[in-house]
Structure formats: structure tokens, C-alpha cells
């Protein structure tokens, strides 16, 4: 007698062959282990016990398909950001600080103000940063999220690259969802690139040292370009019969001042017209405003790439400069 086809599906789905046992197991394992051992010289045991112990968390996949840069608007992603708390724990976190604040300014130009707000929007100044195992969210990012998984397989390489030349145990280090990692979540690659050693112990350390995610957060935002004393963004009108399509001609801004006014966008400050600026729309608690967002608004979104996650960063800043000068 044959079976029911729920039977046989039922029955396949429970056999070994059916569920990846381990990342090990995965189709795409074989080739990612190849890559670490031919191109960076790891040893093929090596890999293939990392991937047997990484696992496959379902709670990242959920996360990463909704996060809050695209799942809200200006008027709700501001509330998360812009708190009391968080203001009065940037203020706390300047004073703690002061004087490796002074000396990153000193070095990279990036105001204190601007690294103390990143890293409280990045992770509440180092109290959340993450529960997630580093190589569970790339692992699972990689081989299981075909939508971005060449981007984090090319993390997962980083990471164990990172952790290889700084000594530590991959398996140890946690993070976000995405595989951020410290006070300022860098993601691996970013970690290779812009981590520095600011208080000059011989490591990079932007998990557990302050000092050096202080460090490692101007040099980044110094590497892509910020510029001393110069505006980050300004309140903005519209004219009746403005072009309306100049709001989604990206981050990156395209206009120069004087074009955007000339298209019925101008900002309420006086501003170099031939500086160029991105125009910003937002539905906040009263509705449509409009702001220009100059080249560091746009330096900042380089941190991540999305405007709201910006102006969060610029106005937590603006309000622990203000705090921090009573």
C-alpha cells in the first residue's frame, strides 16, 4: 500500500538529510571553507569546527526583515532616541571621558558631542551591545539570507580575519543581530578598517575599552570626510510650488543651495549657495518638515545609511552639547 504524500513529506522533513545538522552541513559551507583556507591560510580543521558550533537563529532573520530605519516614521524612530535618559547618560558620559573627547577632537576634528551621540544611539554608551553571538549572526546571515548573504558571508571572512589578528575567541565575541560589535558597533570589516588603538596598550580594542571606541568612532567618521565647524543640517521650507522630487534623490547631497531654492527648498539660515545639500522630508509630530542635510549629515549616514538614523545622531547631539554646557 503506498503511503499518504503527508506521510512521505513528514517523513522526509524528519530525516537526516532533510535538516542541516550544523552550518558544517550547509551547501554554501564548502566553498566559504575553502576561501579561508587557499586565500588567508587557516587551517581546513579550524574552519570546520567553527562552523559545526555556529548556529542558526531564526529571532535574526526575523530582525533584520523589519528593522526600524524602514518600519517607521520620523516621528516615532525620534521617540526611541531622543530621551531624557539618554541625554542625561551622554552629558555623564562627556564628563567620564573629557579629556580622551578633547584628544580625539584634537586629533580627527570630530566634536565630542558627535562621537558621545553616536555611540548612545549605537548602544545606550555601552550598555547594550548586543547578546548575539558574533558567528551565529554572520553565519546566519550569510548562508541562510540569500537577499544580503554575499555581504555578511564577506562579515563571517572579516570577522575571522579580526579575531585572528587581534587574538580573541570568535566564538566568544557577541553583538547584534547583524554582527556589530562595542560601544560603537562596528561591523567586522569596519573593525579592520577604522579600529584604533587610542590608548596605546598595543590592541584595538573597541569592546571593552572606552577609550579606544572613542578613538575608533571619530576616525571613522573623520575617514569619510567630516569637516571641522561645518553645519550638519538646518530647517528647511518648501515653496507652494516646489519640486517635490528633489526628496528622493537620495542621501548623498546632489544640489547645491542656491539649485534646491531655486526648485522652492530653502532653508531658514543663511547658507553658502554654492555648498551643496541633500533635501530631507520627515513626517514628525505636527506633520511634513523639511530640513537640508549638508555634507557631515551625509558623512554621518555613511555610519548607517539612513537619514533618520542621522538626524537622531545630530539632534542627541545638539542636546548634550546644550546639557553639557549648564
Known sequence: MRKPLCTLVLALLMSPLAAVASYLDHELAGEFTDRMVKTHGFERAEIEKLLAQAERKQSILDAISRPAERTLEWKDYRKIFIQESRISQGVEFWNTHRDTLKRAQQQYGVPPQVIAAIIGVETRYGRHMGSYRVVD?????????????????KQLEEFLLMTREQGLDPLAMTGSYAGAMGFGQFIPSSYRSFAVDFDGDGVADIVNNPVDAIGSVANYIAKHDWRPNAPVALSAFVAKNHDAQVF?????????????????????????GKAKASAIRFI????????????????????????????????????IEQRYGQ
Not at 549572526?137 to 558571508?153: E, I, N, V
Not at 534646491?260 to 527648498?265: A, D, E, I, N, T
Open 137 to 153: 549572526a554572520l553565519a546566519t546571515l550569510g548562508f541562510d539570507y540569500p537577499r544580503r548573504g554575499k555581504f555578511f558571508s
Open 248 to 272: 528622493d534623490e537620495g542621501l548623498k547631497p546632489k544640489y547645491t543651495v542656491a539649485e534646491l531654492k531655486s526648485k522652492g527648498v530653502g532653508a531658514y539660515a543663511d547658507l553658502d
Open 284 to 319: 514628525g509630530d505636527s506633520g511634513e518638515e523639511y530640513w537640508l542635510g549638508m555634507h557631515n549629515f551625509y558623512v554621518i549616514t555613511r555610519y548607517n545609511h539612513s537619514s533618520m538614523y542621522a538626524m537622531a545622531v545630530y539632534q542627541l547631539s545638539q542636546l
